[in-house]
């Protein structure tokens, strides 16, 4: 029983751990660009990449949608030990 909780934070210190490489390296990838080719592009590639991100976040976001309701059907349903 006191696994789940050390495990379900152990995942969010990852997640964040995650997103904060992400958002570092898309600082770096800014500034780089910035620099190269001027503002123009460099705000042009940014708004790209957010558009990209939502894209991404609107799929997982299905996916983990999808999961949840397999889990609540199969535990309506009385196929879940649990």
Do not use: F, N
């Not at 379900?8 to 210190?13: P, Q, V």
């Not at 042009?44 to 949608?65: C, P």
Request: charge should be positive.
């Amino acid at each position: 029983m006191d696994d789940k909780p050390k495990m379900r934070s152990e995942m969010w210190k990852g997640v964040r751990r995650g997103a904060g490489w992400a958002l570092g390296a898309g600082a770096v990838i800014s500034v780089a660009t910035l620099l190269r080719d001027g503002p123009r592009d460099t705000i042009k590639t940014i708004m790209k990449a957010g558009m990209r991100g939502r894209e991404v976040a609107a799929e997982l976001t299905e996916q983990v949608q999808d999961l949840y309701a397999e889990a609540q059907s199969e535990r309506l349903s009385g196929r879940c030990q649990g």
